[in-house]
């Protein structure tokens, strides 16, 4: 039986910066976000949950961007379905983001900077940036 996850997160930019997390389960810088939990009401109520729970931030969500589906976890290899849905967010409080465990650092890194691939980033920043929603 094929594993399925959906979650949800917000892509915060700020002078051609984009808003990313590290944590000890991944090698890579994601964006905020995470899995939808029976008691959201909703995909956004998710994405501003889990930004406010990773990284303090509160956002407001601005639209719908890209959906992107994973056929296996991008860490481990496990063969599922993982639905990741993202908005375009603004963030509210820029002076109180701060990591909360198991987030470990909490960061800013040029959008240029990860064209070039300075950066290990989720796979999901890459297609953001050739769908047009990260520019």
């Known amino acids: 039986m094929v ?10 930019i700020e002078r051609g910066k984009l808003l990313v997390n590290k944590d000890d389960k991944d090698n890579f810088y994601k964006l905020p976000g995470g899995t939808v939990e029976d ?3 909703s995909l956004e ?3 501003i949950r889990e930004t406010r ?13 890209h959906p992107m589906m994973l056929r296996k976890n991008p860490q481990t290899g496990e063969e599922m379905v993982i639905l990741l849905i993202h908005y375009e967010a603004k963030l509210l409080n820029k002076k109180d983001l701060k990591p909360i465990l198991p987030v470990k650092e909490v960061t800013w ?5 990860i064209k ?3 950066y290990r980033v989720a796979p999901n920043i890459s297609y953001l940036i050739k ?5």
């Open 53 to 65: 729970e990773e990284n303090n931030g509160l956002i407001k969500l601005v639209r719908p961007l």
């Open 3 to 12: 594993k399925y996850i959906i979650a949800s997160g917000p892509v915060i």
């Open 39 to 41: 008691y959201d009401k």
């Open 131 to 135: 769908k047009g929603d990260i520019k």
């Open 116 to 118: 070039k691939g300075k």
């Open 109 to 113: 890194l040029s959008i240029e900077d």
């Open 45 to 47: 109520d998710a994405c």
